[in-house]
């Protein structure tokens, strides 16, 4: 019975039915390394927006959704960024086969974000990323404190909602 209700859950989750949200012990950014998109070495744990949340976008060139999701906030991007300061960084979680592809779709694409590669999925891993999109909303300290899976039209305007219920101190919804 524990299997199927696992099973049926996995199933909520990876068609974004349902978002997972952590309680009073946050989980924090692991220390695993990712690579820029120029080739540069970074450790996630340092990811930071100047004492602000932000925002992780795990997605692969493959994933329809992820791309729609990226679109969707690149339309968007510049006036969240000026209203609340919000910063995404859209992680790649595509392997060594499909990596060359990157770059390109990045660079014929209107996405202002930090993209990162984890092409070794350490950090899907470490974060509990079964499927594409999943996105997460990290406090400044680098604690996880809302996380959804999957992408529907319109799941763009429920992440700014809740960005700015952190940013004014709400207890998310």
Request: net charge negative.
């Amino acid at each position: 019975m524990k299997k199927i209700i696992l099973a049926f859950m996995a199933l909520l989750l990876s068609f974004g039915i349902l978002s997972a949200q952590e309680g009073s012990s946050k989980a924090t950014l692991p220390n695993v390394s990712v690579k820029t998109l120029d080739g540069k070495t970074i450790k996630a744990s340092e990811f930071s927006n100047e004492g602000k949340p932000f925002v992780i976008c795990f997605w692969a060139t493959w994933c329809k959704p992820c791309l729609m999701e990226l679109n969707a906030m690149a339309e968007l991007y510049d006036s969240w960024q000026e209203e609340t300061g919000i910063k995404i960084y859209a992680v790649s979680i595509d392997d060594a086969r499909t990596c060359p592809k990157v770059k390109p779709l990045v660079n014929g694409s209107d996405w202002d974000y930090e993209v990162i590669l984890d092409q070794n999925s350490e950090l899907k891993r470490a974060l509990g990323v079964n499927n594409p999109p999943h996105t997460f909303l990290i406090s400044e300290k680098g604690e996880i404190l809302w996380q959804h899976v999957g992408y529907a039209p319109g799941d763009e305007d429920n992440l700014i909602k809740v960005f700015k219920q952190v940013l004014q101190g709400e207890e998310i919804k």
